[in-house]
């Protein structure tokens, strides 16, 4: 668990562990990629950042006090932390009417590099432990990871991959466009978060 390994996608498509990957879009230094393997939808996304993993790690353990840059986050809850480097976490997500919010239970996994120089996070779907709000919908099959390490100077390479199920009646190409789209808003604002930070 001490490396997690990323890929820079520096060409139209590439083969990652086995998987065919296409370069989407490249919008403001944030590249994201996608691939579709056995119907399941991935997104890739990578962005440099002037801030460290610590930084970065300390931001994520903010979000119950405030989410606003996870793109559509309604509430972030901490359900459990006694284990030092997993987390178990309740995120619910604001849908446009008359789609309904959409909610997930993860359990997560950090690890740090001995020099504090990377940082490896894995996220994992618990949903099958808890019940559904009402008025809610479950996502399902939540996976995700993040990895940052350095790059030079002060810079650091940071990368997120995701894929999910996010439940109900919502078509394939717009759930997929809405992963693209939220992944996007989310780094976009979790880089000018951290930069904002960086320079105080």
Avoid at 65 to 94: E, G, M
């Amino acid at each position: 668990m001490q490396s997690f390994v990323f890929f820079i996608f520096l060409t139209v498509t590439l083969q990652v562990q086995g998987q065919t990957w296409s370069e989407d879009s490249t919008n403001q230094h944030i590249l994201i990629s996608t691939s579709t393997v056995a119907g399941k939808y991935q997104i890739n996304a990578k962005m440099i950042v002037n801030a460290t993993p610590l930084a970065f790690f300390n931001l994520l353990e903010n979000t119950p006090i405030d989410c606003s840059w996870i793109a559509n986050c309604k509430s972030v809850t901490v359900l459990d932390q006694s284990l030092p480097d997993y987390r178990f976490v309740h995120t619910v997500f604001n849908s446009p009417w008359p789609v309904a919010d959409r909610e997930m239970y993860t359990r997560s996994h950090h690890v740090f590099s001995a020099d504090m120089q990377h940082l490896s996070i894995m996220i994992e779907d618990i949903s099958a432990q808890y019940p559904t709000h009402p008025k809610n919908v479950m996502m399902k099959a939540v996976q995700a990871q993040w990895s940052m390490t350095h790059s030079h100077d002060d810079w650091y390479e940071l990368n997120y991959l995701a894929s999910a199920d996010p439940g109900g009646n919502i078509p394939q190409w717009l759930s997929q466009r809405l992963l693209k789209d939220s992944t996007f808003t989310t780094l976009k604002q979790l880089r000018a978060i951290l930069h904002a930070q960086h320079s105080q």
